[in-house]
C-alpha cells in the first residue's frame, strides 16, 4: 500500500519568512496531493492541493510543487504570520480512494 | 449549507464497552471515509461507504464497522473497546467522482 513520509516533524521560522515542508510517497499509481491545516483541537482543513497532471499551484502566499519522477512533493508558505502556526499534514491518494496521511509537521511562526 | 457534522464530540467509555459514532456529509456529498487520528499522528483511514455499501477498508479489525444511510449519513461502530482506540475520530465527506475530502470536527474517543 502507499506510505507517505513528512519531513520535518517541526519547523520555527520567524514571521515573515518562509516555509518549506516536504514530503515524499511510494505508489506511483497515487494522483491526488491535498494539505491539510489542523489547529489544536480543530479539525483537518484543506488548504492546497494539486493533482498529478500539474507540477505546481500556487494560492496567494501557500504554494505546492510535485515531481512525479522523484514522488515527493512540496508545501511552501511565504511571508509567514501567527496565523499560520498549526500542524501540517501532507497526503496522497489513487482518485476517489482513501487518503494516505504523512506524520505532520508542527509549523511554529515566531513574532 | 452545513458543512461536516459529527456526534457526539467527546465520549468516555471503559474496555469492552461498545461506541456508535455518527456523521452527517456536507450537503451535496454521497461518500462519507471515517479516519483515526491518535495524539500527535497523522490520521489513519477505517473504511469508506457510498451507496450504502463499505467501498474500501483500511488495516482495522472487524471490531470497527459502519453503516450509511440513504441521506448519506453514517455511523462508526466500534465494539469490545480497547484502551488504544482511544484517539479522535474524523468523518469526512466527498461527492462522488471528486477527490477532494471534507472533515468534520471529529469525536473525541476516551476509554478507561
Known amino acids: 500500500g502507499e506510505n507517505v513520509e513528512q519531513h520535518p516533524s517541526t519547523l520555527s521560522v520567524q514571521e515573515g519568512d518562509s516555509a518549506v515542508i516536504k514530503c515524499t510517497y511510494s505508489?506511483?499509481?497515487?494522483?491526488?496531493f491535498p494539505w491539510y491545516k489542523q489547529e489544536l483541537g480543530k479539525r483537518p482543513q484543506l488548504i492546497i492541493d494539486i493533482r498529478s497532471n500539474v507540477g505546481e499551484k500556487k494560492d496567494q502566499r501557500i504554494a505546492v510543487t510535485l515531481n512525479k519522477t522523484a514522488k515527493h512533493f512540496s508545501l511552501h508558505i511565504t511571508e509567514t504570520q501567527p496565523e499560520d502556526s498549526a500542524v501540517y499534514f501532507c497526503?496522497?491518494?489513487?482518485?476517489?480512494?482513501?487518503?494516505?496521511f504523512g506524520t505532520g509537521t508542527r509549523l511554529t511562526i515566531i513574532p | 449549507d452545513a458543512g461536516v457534522t459529527q456526534s457526539p464530540t467527546h465520549l468516555i467509555k471503559t474496555r469492552g464497552q461498545q461506541v456508535t459514532l455518527r456523521c452527517s456529509p456536507k450537503s451535496g456529498h454521497d461518500t462519507v471515509s471515517w479516519y483515526q487520528q491518535a495524539l500527535g499522528q497523522g490520521p489513519q483511514f477505517i473504511f469508506q461507504?457510498?451507496?450504502?455499501?463499505?467501498?474500501q477498508r483500511g488495516n482495522f479489525p472487524d471490531r470497527f464497522s459502519g453503516h450509511q444511510f440513504p441521506n448519506y449519513s453514517s455511523e462508526l461502530n466500534v465494539n469490545a473497546l480497547l484502551l488504544g482506540d482511544s484517539a479522535l475520530y474524523l468523518c469526512?465527506?466527498?461527492?462522488?467522482?471528486?477527490?477532494?475530502?471534507?472533515f468534520g470536527p471529529g469525536t473525541r474517543l476516551l476509554v478507561l
Open positions: 505508489d506511483s499509481a497515487s494522483n491526488y
Open positions: 497526503a496522497a491518494s489513487r482518485r476517489r480512494e482513501k487518503l494516505t
Open positions: 469526512a465527506s466527498s461527492q462522488q467522482g471528486a477527490e477532494t475530502q471534507y
Open positions: 461507504y457510498y451507496e450504502e455499501e463499505e467501498r
